[in-house]
């Protein structure tokens, strides 16, 4: 009898032993610690782990669902899904599916996220949170409503507000500004990209350090005499500018945006094509807008000093009596049945000088 008891005991004590060092483990339970796995949760590996509230474990090999949070002190092999947040403080191979946000170290899979996904180490796959997303270089794409913030990274970064990133092989896309050291590929920004190098900037400003910037005054074929600031990199630049009309009397003030890119450039010409949208104003009632799409050879009298000419073609739309005088010729010309608004398309010119710096 004693033999046996003592077998038993035995038995039991392998069995409990095996427990705790064996993966393999259903973890079910409320919150910490009220579990199948009990005070004993944070050092054990799971296979499956279902918890109402929330769980904790050393490391997890499969599914994890919570209410609100999971937290894992090691590294997860399998998607992860919590109401309000996943915390993984080593890495997380598989999806991550929070509520709120996502917090780990490194990253070899998706994370998707309510707010904000935060990785402290490298990621490999992709984030996409509702308001930012953080993490050291990602080799994969960034999707925020907000910010991106990352320090290298290889495929795209696309926000609603600002991207930033040290070295991007890849584009960076934002509703308002993208920093970065160096680009080799596109940067779209809603007003300005600011890069030490980056040939495809596409924004009204670009601060580009190996780039060009200059200023411009130029006169076109319903003297318009126009401000403008170029900048960009050495193929993209923005265009944004200011002006006078000199035909009108009341619809004077002029304002200026674009996009253009260089071709068949050489140390003394280069080719400029630009597309741009002026309107003229009086602040009052009325509008005036010009479309413009325009060729223009360039001759660089002197390293810094540009001059160009070339043709355009326009279209125009205005409700002004004004507007509708400033042009007499068109290629094609139709109103609005419903108002009073005169479109057209006509063909005009553009001369100016360019100072660059």
Known sequence: M??????ILLAAGLTATAQNKIPGKVHL???YPISSNGTHSPLDTNNLSINLLGGISAEEKGLSFAGISNVVKGNTHGAQFAGFSNHILKKASGAQFAGFMNTYGEGDGFAFAGFTNIASGNVKGGQFAG???IAKN????QLAGFANIAKDITASQLAGFINTAKDVKGSQLAGF???ARKVKGVQIAGFINVADSSDHPIGLINIIKNGEKSIGASMDETQNAMLTFRSGGK???GILGIGYNFKNKDEVYAVEAGFGAHFFQSKSFRLNAEATVLSLEDFKKGEYFKTTLRVLPAFKITPFLEIFAGPSINYVNTNTLEGRKLTKKYLHQWE???GDNLQ???AGYTGGIHVIF
Do not use: E, M, P, R
Not at 2 to 7: A, E, G, L, Q, V
Not at 138 to 141: C, H, R, V
């Open 2 to 7: 004693k033999s046996i008891i003592t077998s």
């Open 344 to 346: 057209g398309l006509y």
């Open 138 to 141: 990602i080799d994969g794409l």
């Open 131 to 133: 308001f930012a997303n």
């Open 29 to 31: 339970g409320l919150i």
């Open 177 to 179: 500004i993208n920093v």
């Open 235 to 237: 193929v993209l630049y």
């Open 336 to 338: 609005n049945k419903w």
